[in-house]
C-alpha cells in the first residue's frame, strides 16, 4: 500500500541509516512526524533542544518546528510516520535514488532548497555532529 492509496493521509517509511547520518535541519510546512526507533540509538534536535531515543523510544516532530536527527556509533533503522502524508513518500524515494546514485559535483544550497521545497518542507539546513550526540548522551 502507498500513500495515495489512503488519500495522502498517512506516510510511513523504514529508514535505514550508516552510523554518525543524519538529515540537515529542516521544518514541514504541513505534516507531523513520528520517529520510532527500532535498531540503535538516535539523538534529535526538534525546536533547538535535544533528545535522545533508543531502540524502543518514539518522538515527534510537530509542524512548522525545525528538527533534525543524528544516529549514533552503530548502524540504526527508524520508522517515520508523517500525517498528513501527501507526496513526501516521492520525497523518500528520491533523496534514496540520490544517496545510491550521487552527483559527481554535490548539490548546491539553492538546490536542495528546491528539492525540499517541492515536497512543502524547509530545507535550513546545517547537521548535527558527532559532538552534539556524545553532549546529549553524557
Known amino acids: ?6 488519500g495522502g493521509r498517512l506516510c510511513i517509511v523504514l529508514a535505514d541509516h550508516a552510523p554518525w547520518e543524519g538529515p ?10 513520528w520517529f520510532f526507533v ?3 540509538e538516535f539523538v ?6 535535544l533528545y535522545r531515543v533508543v531502540q524502543g523510544g518514539s518522538l515527534v516532530a510537530p509542524q512548522k518546528i525545525p528538527h533534525r536527527y543524528i544516529n549514533g556509533p552503530t548502524p540504526g533503522t527508524l520508522f517515520i510516520g508523517l500525517t498528513p502524508g501527501g ?3 516521492e520525497f523518500f524515494e ?3 535514488r540520490r544517496r545510491r546514485n550521487p552527483s559527481p559535483t554535490p548539490p548546491t544550497r539553492e538546490e536542495l ?3 525540499y ?3 512543502n518542507v524547509d530545507y535550513i539546513g546545517g547537521r548535527l555532529t558527532e559532538d552534539d550526540f556524545k553532549k546529549a548522551t553524557t
Open 1 to 6: 500500500m502507498r500513500t495515495p492509496d489512503l
Open 24 to 33: 540537515p535541519l529542516y521544518t514541514h510546512r504541513d505534516c507531523d512526524e
Open 38 to 40: 527500532t535498531k540503535g
Open 44 to 49: 534529535y534536535e526538534v525546536g533547538g533542544k
Open 87 to 89: 507526496g513526501l513518500e
Open 94 to 96: 528520491e533523496v534514496a
Open 113 to 115: 532548497v528546491a528539492l
Open 117 to 119: 521545497a517541492r515536497y
